[in-house]
């Protein structure tokens, strides 16, 4: 053996050793976690595997509401699973494949301290590692369902391709580049959110060239690359919701495509998103003391993105005040700082999704290490690094999607007393589609509550008239109490409850099916959960200990002589509208106060009518009153004319919590009076 193949066959072990660390490490911890169960696994990852596999998408009709049309290939690996694996294994497994990633990143981190010493390297890939390892939402997803992790490795695996090659638009920088375009176009195209780092790849890609010719054909080559990747990835699956619904990302963009299945607009979740300029670069500090309701409806820390913007400024300082002027920084720094810098606000504002971030959470690390060792050199450097690493882990608040204790099967099931027969199962509201496969029967079904086939004129409508003509038995499944707006919803179909209800009784849910009739005479009584509050047409209904507490469904507090507060994520009232208002769109407006104080300064709440979302409100310090009109649509007025008015609120917190009193009740919104408005009018 000689001396040349030693080094090479110690690095090869070591690379399989810290391989070996990662996934063991990873899977320990996914296995400490326990089960997964969290709300989009219930909602679509299982689902949308098997409806692929069986061609569902020709019976069913979005049972995983707006997810029914998302790229299922993501989660056919833990569909795979579940279908044959226990669940203990599942989730060693599942640890083990998340744990690639910080795999990826001790790799990009010693490639970028190439050129050091082999003790500098070696605490500067530790503290990457550390600094990577102490991400909140990525620690939240190992060992669950969620494709955010599980698409990482492709990303990481660009940057590492990225920031291979100190020389640009050299044969081998150009193959790199080529590998990365593939890899970041392949994640982009199984999971859309991806596309911050495409976008940011494809940036830092043009860097190293030496002129505009060089930049442009750089930028060229990845562009392309991506756009092939993207297609021979995912491009069956787009094609075949175009065929379906000429929309090939059907229901987003439909005011472009126009499809007839769905309102003609450009669906955007902008709960999350930053307001503004302002409103963004406070993100971060937001983060680090754990602001509820910034990115995600669960509770987290981070302080990471702070300490970014601080040593930045700092070392970018420092190192413009040396009089003998600053090294030029190597190729794979640069590239890889411009990554982040367009990857990064991408992300922001577009989507302020924080587990949407998880690429970008495990590519701190390496930024960080690339920012230090080009700001400071020698013992500072070294107390830079270890120092974020350090405050990076103390502070971590890690969320929870929600878990439960390891068992033999995954959802588990019980047989219920459901016949064995054609039936069309109508899903009552998110997360249930995950039922839908142990449904007995050649079962079919359908979501109606907010893709409405006698609104949108297209497929869903026709099929849905054919199956309720031709299907003889029709059943609800829903969770207990059954809401009344399904049922208003359902008389709209001529359908009514047939009174007999059989619990499933799986893991996760409490969920039931219940006999439909078309049959008027069978219909059989719901005991109401409120008597609706009569409203009419410029007169209030207010809510105080002074006034009969009118349509007030589920989580409220005992009123109080201002008003009322809601309760949890979710409060409820029940209206009646007077004829005279017409059939709509109708106006109504909302008095009551934000639960704001210094302990939590921003509130967020999204308002639903009958299941359709008409308001998304934002409340701080500076607006604490609210005054708000809201428009209900047409389609959330059903012909017994009750309205389901909802108030959701993500991440309530009690003042208890907050440290500001022995109140242990989950504060949302006040209540003070709903008023229907004249039709004329704009809403905000």
């Known amino acids: 053996m000689n001396g040349s193949a030693v080094p090479r066959i110690s690095r090869r072990l070591a690379n399989l050793l810290l391989l070996l660390l990662s996934i063991s490490a990873s899977s320990a911890y996914s296995y400490a976690r326990g089960q997964d169960l969290n709300w989009d696994q219930l909602n679509y990852h299982f689902y949308l595997p098997w409806a692929l596999f069986h061609g569902r998408m020709e019976t069913d009709l979005a049972p995983a509401a707006i997810q029914s049309f998302f790229n299922p290939i993501p989660y056919i690996p833990f569909y795979l699973m579940v279908q044959s694996m226990p669940p203990v294994?599942?989730?060693?497994?599942?640890g083990a494949i998340h744990g690639v990633n910080y795999w990826l990143v001790i790799r990009l981190a010693w490639r970028l301290t190439e050129g050091r010493v082999e003790a500098e390297r070696v605490w500067a890939t530790a503290a990457a590692t550390v600094i990577s390892v102490a991400s909140p939402m990525a620690l939240s997803e190992i060992g669950t369902s969620f494709a955010d992790i599980l698409l990482s490795p492709l990303a990481l695996g660009g940057l590492l391709l990225l920031t291979r090659h100190d020389e640009a638009a050299t044969k081998g920088d150009r193959a790199a580049l080529l590998g990365a375009s593939l890899l970041f176009g392949a994640a982009t195209s199984l999971k859309l959110t991806f596309a911050p780092t495409m976008l940011g790849f494809v940036a830092a890609s043009t860097l190293g060239a030496r002129s505009w010719t060089g930049r442009s054909a750089a930028f060229g080559r990845t562009a392309l690359g991506c756009a092939a990747a993207f297609i021979l990835v995912g491009g069956f699956w787009y094609a075949k919701l175009w065929a379906a619904f000429g929309n090939p990302v059907f229901p987003y963009f439909n005011a472009v495509f126009a499809s007839p299945d769905f309102a003609p607009t450009n669906l955007h979740d902008t709960a999350f998103m930053p307001k503004s300029l302002l409103d963004g670069l406070a993100y971060p500090f937001l983060w680090t003391i754990g602001q509820p309701g910034i990115g995600e409806q669960v509770s987290w820390r981070d302080v990471r993105?702070?300490?970014?913007?601080?040593?930045?400024?700092?070392?970018?300082?420092?190192?413009l005040s040396e009089n003998d002027g600053a090294p030029r920084w190597k190729l794979p720094h640069r590239r890889l700082a411009l990554f982040f810098a367009v990857a990064f606000p991408a992300w922001l504002y577009e989507f302020g999704v924080q587990r949407y971030a998880v690429p970008l959470e495990f590519a701190l690390g390496p930024v960080f290490i690339a920012l230090l060792?080009?700001?400071?050199?020698?013992?500072l450097l070294r107390v830079a690094g270890l120092t974020v690493a350090l405050i990076s882990i103390v502070t971590l608040v890690v969320p929870d999607w929600y878990h439960v204790s390891w068992t033999s099967h995954w959802y588990g099931f019980?047989?219920?007393?459901?016949?064995?027969?054609?039936?069309?199962?109508?899903?009552?509201?998110?997360p249930m589609s995950y039922a839908v496969p142990f449904l007995p029967g050649d079962a079919r079904a359908v979501w109606i509550d907010g893709i409405d086939p006698l609104v949108y004129r297209g497929r869903f409508a026709a099929r849905l008239e054919e199956d309720l003509r031709t299907i003889p038995n029709i059943?609800?499944?829903?969770?207990a109490p059954i809401p009344p707006h399904h049922l208003s919803r359902l008389a709209r179909y001529g359908l009514y409850f047939a009174g007999d209800c059989r619990n499933l009784s799986d893991r996760a849910e409490a969920l039931m099916v219940c006999d439909l009739t078309k049959d008027p005479s069978r219909r059989q009584p719901v005991e109401p959960r409120a008597v609706p509050a009569a409203m009419e047409l410029n007169e209030r209904v207010i809510f105080g200990s002074d006034h009969p507490e009118n349509g007030l469904m589920?989580?409220?507090s005992v009123?109080?002589?201002?008003?009322?507060?809601?309760?949890?994520?979710?409060?409820a009232l029940s209206l009646r509208i007077d004829p005279s208002a017409g059939p709509g769109p109708l106006r109504m407006r909302v008095r009551g106060v934000a639960y704001v104080n210094a302990r939590l300064p921003r509130e967020a709440i999204t308002v639903y009518a009958n299941g359709h979302p008409i308001g998304d409100w934002t409340f701080d310090l500076a607006q604490t009153e609210i005054d708000r009109t809201v428009c209900v649509p047409a389609a959330a007025i059903y012909p017994d004319r009750q309205i389901e008015l909802r108030f959701h609120n993500p991440q309530p917190r009690s003042p208890a919590a907050l440290g500001l009193a022995n109140d242990q009740r989950e504060l949302s919104i006040g209540l003070k009076s709903v008023e229907l408005l004249p039709p004329e009018g704009a809403c905000r």
């Open 414 to 430: 019980a047989t219920a007393a459901i016949p064995n027969e054609p039936t069309l199962y109508l899903i009552g509201a998110p």
């Open 559 to 571: 009123a109080e002589s201002w008003g009322i507060w809601g309760l949890g994520t979710d409060a």
């Open 554 to 556: 589920d989580n409220w």
């Open 305 to 319: 993105f702070v300490l970014l913007i601080v040593i930045t400024i700092i070392g970018g300082l420092s190192t």
């Open 373 to 379: 060792m080009n700001f400071w050199h020698g013992a």
């Open 475 to 479: 059943r609800l499944l829903t969770r």
């Open 89 to 94: 294994a599942i989730g060693l497994v599942l």
